[in-house]
T-cell receptor, first 118, second 111 residues
Framework: DTGVSQNPRHKITKRGQNVTFRCDPI?????LYWYRQTLGQGPEFLTY????????KSRLLSDRFSAERPKGSFSTLEIQRTEQGDSAMYLC????????????????FGPGTRLTVL | AQSVTQLDSQVPVFEEAPVELRCNYS??????LFWYVQYPNQGLQLLLK??????LVKGINGFEAEFNKSQTSFHLRKPSVHISDTAEYFC?????????FGRGTSLIVHP
């Protein structure tokens, strides 16, 4: 168990460019979450997957954001036409959920990808 | 919808002193409650969780929390803190699979 890993750890880009982040969850975990965290705030939910299916997206999530989890393993989060307001820490988390647990399982977080849009 | 309020943005305390980090929540349905800790340059780590049963929950690193349904609170406590407890602490609630996090409380332990 090597934990949740995220790459890159830091990304600096110019406004208007596209960026893609990768998350590798704990191998047996079936749920994968993406969050955004800005300074002085807690993590804000963006989207989550159960295996390869994207089950929910935040209403706050712009159409410029897209996430995939092919084959139910790693996941990517892409931001198109980045804006300065996208600057934040992007966190990935995973968990092993079974039927009926109703979300009572805690999540394991990666170290995050810090995005700076100039 | 649910919400979480962490009443203190910063809590300074001296080493070996007790500490309480406050968390209040609101929800129209029953929820699960969590505390996470985030050390500098690291991801969040689960400290403890309340699902049901005993309202006093013990977690890692000597932390405990008490669920109070009537006051809709889930305060985190430690009887004697260490320098290494300096970190950001987040309270989270969820009625299902999507947690809502508080803004965090920065615990600063002074020698």
């Amino acid at each position: 168990d090597t934990g949740v890993s995220q790459n890159p750890r830091h990304k600096i880009t110019k406004r208007g460019q596209n960026v893609t982040f990768r998350c590798d969850p704990i191998s047996e975990h079936n749920r994968l979450y993406w969050y955004r965290q800005t300074l002085g705030q807690g993590p804000e939910f963006l989207t989550y997957f159960q295996n390869e299916a994207q089950l929910e997206k935040s209403r706050l999530l712009s159409d410029r954001f897209s996430a995939e989890r092919p084959k139910g393993s790693f996941s990517t989060l892409e931001i198109q036409r980045t804006e300065q307001g996208d600057s934040a820490m992007y966190l990935c988390a995973s968990s092993l959920n079974i039927d009926g647990d109703r979300g009572g399982v805690g999540q394991f977080f990666g170290p995050g990808t810090r995005l700076t849009v100039l | 919808a649910q919400s979480v309020t962490q009443l203190d943005s910063q809590v300074p305390v001296f080493e070996e002193a007790p500490v309480e980090l406050r968390c209040n929540y609101s929800s129209s349905v029953s929820v699960y409650l969590f505390w996470y800790v985030q050390y500098p340059n690291q991801g969040l780590q689960l400290l403890l969780k309340y699902l049901s049963g005993s309202t006093l929950v013990k977690g890692i690193n000597g932390f405990e929390a008490e669920f109070n349904k009537s006051q809709t609170s889930f305060h985190l406590r430690k009887p004697s803190v260490h320098i290494s407890d300096t970190a950001e602490y987040f309270c989270a609630v969820t009625p299902g699979y999507i947690p809502t996090f508080g803004r965090g409380t920065s615990l600063i332990v002074h020698p």
